[in-house]
């Protein structure tokens, strides 16, 4: 059964720092395209950062530009969320997911809160 298994999220006061972190497992997760999405309470899910096969490729949302930083490690069938200067408009359930057409894959998500 494919997973998708997303931790580090936690109640972190404004300008902090977390990682989050997400490991696949059951299927080839070097072959897939990895993303960051998140949602707010009454928001819809947004694309936080992308990152390519190979990790040569990165894209980022323009709310979190120059503050956040996506990773993988194909090694480890993990991507990772480095998030700083945390600001309370960053407080939303982040998910990971997955994609290498026509699979699509998300996990559970993890809650991020920030302190105002």
């Known amino acids: 059964q494919v997973q998708l298994v997303e931790s580090g999220g936690c109640f972190v006061q404004r300008g902090g720092s977390l990682r989050l972190s997400c490991t696949a497992s059951e299927f080839s997760f070097r072959s897939y395209a990895m993303s960051w999405y998140r949602q707010a309470p009454g928001k819809e899910r947004e694309l936080v950062a992308s990152i390519a096969i190979t990790g040569g490729t990165t894209i980022y949302g323009d709310s979190v530009k120059g503050r956040f930083t996506i990773s993988r490690d194909n090694a480890k069938n993990t991507v990772y969320l480095q998030m700083n200067g945390l600001k309370p408009e960053d407080t939303a359930v982040y998910y990971c997911?997955?994609?290498?057409?026509?699979?699509?894959?998300w996990g559970q998500g993890t809650q991020v809160t920030v302190s105002s």
């Open positions: 997911r997955a994609r290498s057409y026509p699979d699509d894959y």
